[in-house]
């Protein structure tokens, strides 16, 4: 079945990409004039490159995202530059949806940019503008979803134009100096509107009552929930809304998702089993592949319309769009020429390891079930998972979309991932992970996760499928997170069905995720590093199955009190791994209380990201110089 899956993507992945290939000449002239405006940009190197900017998805020049062979987004951050944004310019490339300009120099008053009316995100955080923004500055704007101001030194009433921004999804005025009241936000859509460290007064209108107290604080007139502080006189009567209706998602009885790693219970012998199967499956693939490519070089040589001249006997390059500029740029059939092998078959669909003739080995992943936004939010959720960099984060490299079919690129990672250190070392003849490297992996995995909490504000869980067959360690075991933040782009039929989020005790109960569910991802985490035990509530979605439930069986050895703990400790630690030191006996003792408190089913008690973080980071091993 995965060979004739294959033989269908590449095929049509091939002849979909022979549609793109023209690309507007004067684009270099227009990128080069919106530069001559920019102080401090000669580093682009944009004119002294030989190639178009952009080619298919495929961007030639630091800084510009495109699609179509034509400019969708200027990206140019943390780079230092200032001088003027020359918007007048920028109007002339008929697709441009996107601009960053975050973390440069950039004075003065708002940029006017009306002008760019399919402008979807327009990021302007950490600059140094300044002044009032005119009420009508983002009038007629009305495809804009993002709109990041925050850190700058705007002053003066938010701007009533945001109001008219139907679309609206983030908007972030913190670290300005903006006062006034809040005004009253109609969008439905709106996620994150970050007001705080401002001078803003009054109380917070209805609609944004629900959302999170970091969103106002630092703001000393505000008064009113989500804040603690009570408004003085009552504030204006307006009808209560009924609450609004939240989908209410039935959970549905699946059966046991394919998984890999596999369950640890029967050991070895399936390790081995499934391990022979990718194996041979690799074999199977890299033929296909092989016999794939020829066959298309004679399809093409004998095709009349849309083939390029027979001369080009090669195979057409299948483009990727790159979300990192360093690295160096490849086509998906340069990467799959080479060799090819399966690497497993996940919840989402196969990896594959494969490498250009002379780079390194990449994996690509397989995802069909990733329709639930289309294609402009895809390329700009996919752009903001680009722009994340963590040392506990595993990037991806680039990524290929077509309507049925996306593929996500990274790199390999030679040390496997955390499932198969806690749960198949035998088979691989490795020896466990010792109480040292099982701690600095959570304390990884802890840092990831709070980044992505920062960094994406507006999604509910911003991991939603953490678990440790999707935690990778490096050569020196640090973690890895890998398949972070697809929530929003995943069919939800099959999040529902496979991601860890919607296996949580709150999803099963009430159907809903929220803030605190990757929360008890990680604590489950934390229980099965601990433990060595595999957390069978992920592999199964059974409703009130506790037998299955790693932090219940927890609970049912150590008990409820805290006190005892120390005692217990022995009883659910991991058999495989060395004993521990005397000294790091309390430190494991109050990871277990962590873990625990992750998983705590009560919301209300459970540990919010940020507590979680800061407890992880306070154990502190004797001897830890850091
Ligand atoms: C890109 O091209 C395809 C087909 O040529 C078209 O369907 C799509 O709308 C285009 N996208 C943009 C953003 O122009
Ligand atoms: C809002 O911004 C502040 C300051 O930048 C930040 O600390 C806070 O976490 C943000 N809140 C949300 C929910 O994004």
Same mark, same amino acid.
């Given at each position: 079945?995965?060979?004739?899956?294959?033989?269908?993507?590449?095929?049509?992945?091939?002849?979909?990409?022979?549609?793109?290939?023209?690309?507007?000449?004067?684009?270099?002239?227009?990128?080069?004039? &919106? /530069?001559?405006?920019?102080?401090?940009?000669?580093?682009?190197?944009?004119?002294?490159?030989?190639?178009?900017?952009?080619?298919?998805?495929?961007?030639?020049?630091?800084?510009?995202?495109?699609?179509?062979?034509?400019?969708?987004?200027?990206?140019?951050e943390g780079l230092g530059i200032s001088g003027?944004?020359?918007?007048?310019?920028?109007?002339?490339?008929?697709?441009? +949806?996107?601009?960053?300009?975050?973390?440069?120099?950039?004075?003065?008053?708002?940029?006017?940019?009306?002008?760019?009316?399919?402008?979807?995100?327009?990021?302007?955080?950490?600059?140094?503008?300044?002044?009032?923004?005119?009420?009508?500055?983002?009038?007629?704007?009305? /495809?804009?979803?993002?709109?990041?101001?925050?850190?700058?030194?705007?002053?003066?009433?938010?701007?009533?134009?945001?109001?008219?921004?139907?679309?609206?999804?983030?908007?972030?005025?913190?670290?300005?100096?903006?006062?006034?009241?809040?005004?009253?936000?109609?969008? #439905?859509?709106?996620?994150?509107?970050?007001?705080?460290?401002?001078?803003?007064?009054?109380?917070?209108?209805?609609?944004?009552?629900?959302?999170?107290?970091?969103?106002?604080?630092?703001?000393?007139?505000?008064c009113g929930a989500p804040l603690k502080k009570? *408004?003085?006189?009552?504030?204006?009567?307006?009808?209560?809304?009924?609450?609004?209706?939240?989908?209410?998602?039935?959970? #549905?009885?699946?059966?046991?998702?394919?998984?890999?790693?596999?369950?640890?219970?029967?050991?070895?012998?399936?390790?081995?089993?499934?391990?022979?199967?990718?194996?041979?499956?690799?074999?199977?693939?890299?033929?296909?592949?092989?016999?794939?490519?020829?066959?298309?070089?004679?399809?093409?040589?004998? !095709?009349?319309?849309?083939?390029?001249?027979?001369?080009?006997?090669?195979?057409?390059?299948?483009?990727? *769009?790159?979300?990192?500029?360093?690295?160096?740029?490849?086509?998906?059939?340069?990467?799959?020429?080479? !060799?090819?092998?399966?690497?497993?078959?996940?919840?989402?669909?196969?990896?594959?390891?494969?490498? =250009?003739?002379?780079?390194?080995?990449?994996?690509?992943?397989? &995802?069909?079930?990733?329709?639930?936004?289309?294609?402009?939010?895809?390329?700009?959720?996919?752009?903001?998972?680009?722009?994340?960099?963590?040392?506990?984060?595993?990037?991806?490299?680039?990524?290929?979309?077509?309507?049925?079919?996306?593929?996500? %690129?990274?790199?390999?990672?030679?040390?496997?991932?955390?499932?198969?250190?806690?749960?198949?070392?035998?088979?691989?003849?490795?020896?466990?992970?010792?109480?040292?490297?099982?701690?600095?992996?959570?304390?990884?995995?802890?840092?990831?996760?709070?980044?992505?909490?920062?960094?994406?504000?507006?999604?509910?869980?911003?991991?939603?499928?953490?678990? !440790?067959?999707?935690?990778?360690?490096?050569? =020196?075991?640090?973690?890895?997170?890998?398949?972070?933040?697809?929530?929003?782009?995943?069919?939800?039929?099959?999040?529902?069905?496979?991601?860890?989020?919607?296996?949580?005790? @709150?999803?099963?109960? =009430?159907?809903?995720?929220?803030?605190?569910?990757?929360?008890?991802?990680?604590?489950?985490?934390?229980?099965?590093?601990?433990?060595?035990?595999?957390?069978?509530?992920?592999?199964?979605?059974? /409703?009130?199955?506790?037998?299955?439930?790693?932090?219940?069986?927890?609970?049912?050895?150590?008990?409820?009190?805290?006190?005892?703990?120390?005692? /217990?400790?022995?009883? %659910?630690?991991?058999?495989?791994? @060395?004993?521990?030191?005397?000294?790091? +006996?309390?430190?494991?003792?109050?990871?277990?209380?962590?873990?625990?408190?992750?998983?705590?089913?009560?919301?209300?008690?459970?540990?919010?990201? +940020?507590?979680?973080?800061?407890?992880?980071?306070?154990?502190?091993?004797?001897?830890?110089?850091?």
């Amino acid at each position: 079945m995965a060979t004739s899956h294959l033989r269908l993507i590449l095929f049509s992945i091939s002849t979909s990409m022979l549609l793109f290939s023209s690309h507007s000449l004067s684009e270099p002239e227009t990128l080069l004039k &919106f /530069k001559a405006s920019l102080k401090n940009a000669g580093g682009l190197g944009w004119e002294k490159n030989p190639k178009p900017p952009c080619d298919a998805h495929r961007s030639s020049w630091v800084g510009v995202v495109c699609m179509n062979s034509s400019v969708l987004g200027i990206q140019l951050e943390g780079l230092g530059i200032s001088g003027t944004i020359d918007v007048d310019t920028l109007s002339g490339f008929p697709n441009l +949806k996107s601009l960053s300009f975050m973390n440069n120099n950039f004075q003065g008053s708002m940029p006017d940019f009306r002008k760019l009316k399919d402008l979807k995100s327009l990021y302007l955080s950490k600059n140094q503008f300044s002044g009032d923004i005119p009420a009508d500055a983002f009038k007629g704007l009305i /495809k804009m979803m993002k709109l990041y101001l925050s850190e700058n030194k705007f002053t003066g009433e938010i701007p009533s134009s945001v109001l008219e921004l139907p679309k609206l999804k983030e908007l972030k005025l913190d670290g300005n100096r903006f006062s006034g009241r809040v005004p009253d936000f109609k969008q #439905t859509n709106l996620q994150v509107v970050n007001l705080s460290n401002n001078a803003l007064e009054g109380s917070i209108p209805e609609k944004l009552r629900k959302m999170d107290t970091t969103m106002f604080s630092g703001n000393k007139g505000l008064c009113g929930a989500p804040l603690k502080k009570k *408004c003085d006189s009552p504030p204006p009567p307006s009808l209560p809304s009924p609450p609004s209706p939240q989908p209410s998602l039935s959970p #549905t009885a699946v059966s046991s998702p394919p998984f890999w790693p596999p369950p640890p219970r029967p050991l070895t012998t399936s390790m081995w089993i499934i391990m022979i199967i990718f194996l041979a499956g690799g074999l199977i693939i890299f033929s296909i592949l092989t016999v794939l490519l020829i066959g298309r070089r004679r399809t093409q040589a004998s !095709s009349t319309v849309e083939a390029p001249p027979p001369k080009t006997q090669k195979a057409e390059p299948v483009k990727l *769009c790159f979300l990192m500029d360093d690295r160096e740029k490849f086509d998906l059939t340069e990467l799959l020429k080479s !060799s090819a092998e399966v690497l497993g078959s996940g919840s989402f669909g196969a990896s594959y390891k494969a490498a =250009t003739p002379t780079g390194p080995p990449m994996v690509v992943k397989r &995802f069909q079930q990733m329709n639930n936004v289309g294609k402009e939010e895809f390329h700009e959720h996919l752009k903001s998972l680009g722009r994340l960099r963590h040392k506990n984060l595993l990037p991806i490299i680039a990524y290929f979309y077509r309507k049925d079919e996306k593929l996500l %690129v990274s790199d390999f990672v030679h040390n496997g991932s955390l499932a198969v250190h806690l749960h198949g070392h035998q088979s691989l003849g490795q020896p466990p992970l010792d109480w040292a490297t099982r701690l600095s992996i959570v304390k990884g995995v802890a840092k990831g996760l709070d980044h992505l909490y920062k960094e994406l504000p507006g999604l509910v869980a911003p991991h939603g499928h953490l678990k !440790s067959s999707n935690v990778l360690l490096n050569q =020196t075991l640090q973690p890895l997170l890998t398949d972070y933040s697809l929530t929003p782009v995943v069919n939800q039929e099959t999040a529902q069905e496979h991601m860890v989020a919607y296996k949580s005790p @709150e999803y099963i109960k =009430t159907g809903r995720i929220t803030k605190k569910t990757d929360v008890w991802s990680l604590g489950v985490l934390i229980l099965e590093i601990l433990t060595g035990k595999f957390p069978g509530n992920l592999l199964q979605k059974g /409703k009130g199955n506790d037998d299955q439930d790693l932090a219940v069986w927890v609970k049912s050895i150590v008990g409820d009190d805290a006190a005892d703990y120390e005692s /217990k400790l022995v009883l %659910v630690l991991d058999k495989d791994m @060395e004993e521990i030191r005397e000294g790091d +006996k309390k430190l494991a003792v109050d990871l277990l209380g962590i873990g625990l408190s992750c998983c705590d089913l009560d919301m209300e008690k459970r540990l919010d990201l +940020k507590e979680a973080v800061e407890r992880i980071e306070g154990l502190k091993v004797e001897d830890d110089k850091e």
